[in-house]
T-cell receptor, first 113, second 113 residues
Framework: DVKVTQSSRYLVKRTGEKVFLECVQD?????MFWYRQDPGLGLRLIYF???????EKGDIPEGYSVSREKKERFSLILESASTNQTSMYLC????????????FGPGTRLTVT | DAKTTQPTSMDCAEGRAANLPCNHS???????VYWYRQIHSQGPQYIIH???NNETNEMASLIITEDRKSSTLILPHATLRDTAVYYC??????????????FGAGTQVVVTP
């Protein structure tokens, strides 16, 4: 079974803090994605990566950065957390040949106060 | 991505088959039909996908009409754990389809004892 794990299920941070969200997949997938999911707005892509050290901006990259130093690990960084970044964050991965067959992690519910 | 139309909600008795319809009349030739589901407060889960032939895996079966304008996801023996929102998505399988993973409103399936 494909397994995508995320470092925390729930996280509470203060405004201005630096926040790290980690994602690890064990299926040797080339592609990895970070999304946020908000009620009424659906799933929105923040960043994705199709190879180690490669990254591409998604639809809403502002306020976020990412790091992919190893194939299995993709980190999302909030440089200075703000209350409008309170959301459910979802990591996903897929093979390069099938980018639409994405396997999602359990999600991290981040609250910024 | 082609637009999809699904019923808002559906009830199903435990142990019976659940048949979830999806209309995608504007589907183009290179677009696949994907099904995902999301159990409350969890990440989306990939179920199955197909192009034009019927597909079956350990979770479900996918029946696509000959004109490809609609499809049906079949959960053969629904369990209480199948209660979730089910999303039908139509998109190309190629790397041109980064992001824009629009889940839509989906069908809320409630499996009752």
């Amino acid at each position: 079974d494909v397994k995508v794990t995320q470092s925390s299920r729930y996280l509470v941070k203060r405004t201005g803090e630096k926040v790290f969200l980690e994602c690890v997949q064990d299926m040797d997938h080339e592609n990895m994605f970070w999304y946020r999911q908000d009620p009424g707005l659906g799933l929105r892509l923040i960043y994705f990566s199709y190879d180690v050290k490669m990254k591409e901006k998604g639809d809403i990259p502002e306020g976020y950065s990412v790091s992919r130093e190893k194939k299995e690990r993709f980190s999302l960084i909030l440089e200075s957390a703000s209350t409008n970044q309170t959301s459910m964050y979802l990591c996903a991965s897929s093979f390069a040949r099938a980018p639409s067959e994405q396997y999602f992690g359990p999600g991290t519910r981040l609250t910024v106060t | 991505d082609a637009k999809t139309t699904q019923p808002t909600s559906m009830d199903c008795a435990e142990g019976r088959a659940a048949n979830l319809p999806c209309n995608h009349s504007t589907i183009s030739g290179n677009e696949y039909v994907y099904w995902y589901r999301q159990i409350h407060s969890q990440g989306p889960q990939y179920i199955i996908h197909g192009l034009k032939n019927n597909e079956t895996n350990e979770m479900a079966s996918l029946i696509i009409t000959e004109d490809r304008k609609s499809s049906t996801l079949i959960l053969p023996h629904a369990t209480l754990r199948d209660t979730a929102v089910y999303y039908c998505i139509v998109r190309a399988r190629t790397t041109d389809s980064w992001g824009k993973f629009q889940f839509g409103a989906g069908t809320q399936v409630v499996v009752t004892p």
